[in-house]
């Protein structure tokens, strides 16, 4: 699969992004860039990072960073694929983080924030 890198590993275990702005940010679930390894928000998530840093870089491919998920999308070529290359492990966020999360961060109407 063109775009990526399975033997980078991930940038972490939750939204670079939003872990980075003042004040840090929530997310409804993951997305990880399948080249660089960056982990950024789904385009729910009120600010959308995942597809953000795609365009951003022209890194074309990223695969869900949720347990039990293993698909990837290619943001060029809009294209879900059901499975791809085996990627450098952990290969989802820790299942004791919440979704949305972190839990700490996430409004009692996160609900009216995602995008539909």
């Given amino acids: ?10 940038s972490g275990t939750g939204c670079a992004d939003c872990e980075a702005t003042s004040p840090k940010g929530w997310w409804y679930h993951l997305r990880r860039c399948a080249l660089c390894g960056h982990i950024g928000c789904c385009d729910t998530s009120p600010s959308q990072h995942g597809s953000a840093h795609a365009a951003s870089t022209g890194h074309p491919v990223a695969r869900s960073f949720e347990p039990g998920e293993e698909w ?3 943001y060029k070529k809009q294209v879900k694929y059901d499975h791809g290359p085996e990627l450098t492990a952990p290969t989802h966020r820790p299942v004791e983080q919440t979704a949305p999360g972190p839990a700490d961060r996430v409004p009692a109407d996160w609900a009216d924030h995602l995008h539909r």
Avoid: K, L, S
């Fill in 72 to 74: 990837f999308w290619d």
């Fill in 1 to 10: 699969m063109e775009g990526v890198d399975p033997t980078v590993p991930p």
